[in-house]
């Protein structure tokens, strides 16, 4: 069997238009292949996450990590952190590993591996590179109105209706 396949698009210009700001991080270089310790057979460890100029009125936050490159037409969520309090502008590395090392009430959503916490880069061997987008929502609610037990596409559905702005930087990997 081949995995030979056309590349996704970037799926967020795909999304209703919402406002940008800048995410930065001292963990991924946008476009470029992520660190080992972000790759799930090398540690699960979610990357620092620093963002500013979200727009007016923004309430609250949710943290994404999608690959749009897995060879399924739903793409693999590696990550979603739901409900950040709106003061509250990093995470530090590791952060994702679990709801305790969140800030404030955040909590996280299943990823796609089934763990409520990061899930590092998992590409199948000998696969195309695959892109990770490190996504942040800007949300006008104070929550999503979601809880643990929603499913990614809930919170993206969720996501359409409730984001004011995003910002995105994305690393790659590949074995």
Request: aromatic share 10%; charged share 15%; net charge negative.
């Amino acid at each position: 069997m081949s995995l030979d396949r056309p590349v996704t698009p970037d799926p967020y210009p795909l999304l209703p238009a919402a406002e940008s700001f800048t995410v930065t991080s001292d963990d991924v270089t946008d476009g470029a292949s992520l660190k080992e310790d972000q790759v799930n057979a090398h540690g699960d460890t979610s990357p620092q996450l620093a963002w500013s100029g979200a727009p007016e009125g923004t309430k609250s936050f949710v943290v994404t990590c999608f690959d749009p490159d897995a060879p399924i037409v739903s793409g693999f969520w590696h990550w979603v952190a739901v409900d950040i309090p709106a003061d509250v502008t990093e995470l530090a590395t590791g952060a994702g590993a679990s709801d305790e090392t969140l800030p404030g009430g955040a909590f996280h959503v299943r990823n796609d591996g089934g763990g409520l916490n990061f899930m590092g880069a998992a590409p199948p061997e000998g696969d195309q590179p695959h892109r990770y987008y490190f996504v942040v929502h800007a949300v006008g609610e104070e929550t999503l109105g979601v809880d643990p037990s929603a499913s990614p596409a809930v919170v993206g559905f969720n996501l359409a209706f409730k984001t004011l702005g995003r910002a995105i930087i994305h690393g790659t990997w590949q074995w």
